[in-house]
């Protein structure tokens, strides 16, 4: 998988936690219609500039940046980064600002990483063990 994939992978999962699957289902498909050749994740992370103009056929301008900001935030949280404002952010990457490019692939990043630190804790946690024990013990869950 290619970093880019990765990055979208990771766009798509956050979309998913904020929208819920169907209500991302219909957005993929309407900003699908503006920019068939490549996935909306890809576009926002290649060309914010186009993947808001994709925003504003549904939303509208002003739809349209409080969706972004939305987006940004929920990521920025789920980073546990306390540093970046979702609004200036969102701004920069509608200009098109290269630093907001990467501040974004580096916001990915730490998703990312958070999310493994996160897998391996639920792993080593001795008292999730215990508690999956008792739940297979009542047939719950294992094999």
Known sequence: MSEEDRY????????EELLGSS???????????SY?????????LRD??????????IFGNEGSL????LIL??????????TIDPDTLARSLIRGEKDAINT???????????RDEANLKIIETPQVLKEAE??????VGGN
């Not at 008792?134 to 047939?139: L, T, V």
């Open 36 to 44: 068939p050749e490549t996935s909306p994740y890809k576009l926002l």
């Open 73 to 82: 935030k929920h990521l920025i949280t789920r980073s546990g980064t306390t």
């Open 8 to 15: 979208a992978s990771i766009l798509r999962s956050v979309l």
């Open 134 to 139: 008792k739940w297979k013990g009542m047939g």
């Open 66 to 69: 409080i969706f972004l900001k």
């Open 48 to 57: 914010p500039q186009l993947y808001y103009n994709a925003l504003t056929s």
């Open 104 to 114: 974004l692939i580096q916001t990915l990043e730490k998703v990312a990483n958070f």
């Open 23 to 33: 209500a991302l289902k219909v957005l993929e498909y309407q900003l699908s219609k």
